[in-house]
């Protein structure tokens, strides 16, 4: 699980880099769009990351379903010393709100795009930028969009840290400086998604 976390991280920071384009070039976002338009490679990374994502859910459940059944009905029983997070108690929760985030997500953008261009339909929208500035002047969808990346914060400051503490880096000298590390990269990550939802919502008011 901790391999496919750090995968879909990586992923979003590379998502994130191309949606910043939509702050300062249109054209370039527009051209990135249709670099990763129904090209092989694309596809090919399409595949790719919905298999990682398809890993991460499939052992997310599993772990959740194992840790129930260990404890019975004593969730999260823990001594006066130890202190939970709440993300930590709330990670499949979080996670299910993320899958539904990310299917309003592929439905607004994938399926418009690249998905109607592999298939030659008609419909396939060329114009990327148009189609985020169109939809993100929506009050209803800049509230699902960041009340899902609220989720994505509160998912990914535990599941970051957590992911290094499970790969074994999880010694006293290394603790409190991953927490800080991913709290501060999980966070400037979301700032950025957040951002441009927000700025395009303002600029359709003016």
Known sequence: MSISGIFLILFLVFHVLMNMNLLFSIEAYDLICEILGANWYAIAGTFVLAAGFV????????????????????????????????????????G???????????????????????INSLDAVIDGSGLVINLFSRPLFVVIYLLWIAALWFHLTHGFWSAFHTLGWNGKRWFSFLRFFSNIVTTLIMICFAAVPVYYYIISLI
């Not at 840790?67 to 823990?78: I, M, P």
């Not at 299910?96 to 592999?118: C, D, P, R, T």
């Open 55 to 94: 890993i991460h859910i499939f052992y997310g459940t599993l772990l959740t379903l194992q840790n129930r059944k260990a404890r019975g009905f004593e969730k999260y029983a823990s001594s006066s010393k130890t202190k939970i997070e709440w993300a930590s108690k709330n990670m499949w929760v979080l």
């Open 96 to 118: 299910a709100i993320i899958f539904l985030g990310l299917v309003i997500h592929l439905l607004n953008f994938w399926y418009k795009m690249q998905f109607s261009e592999l």
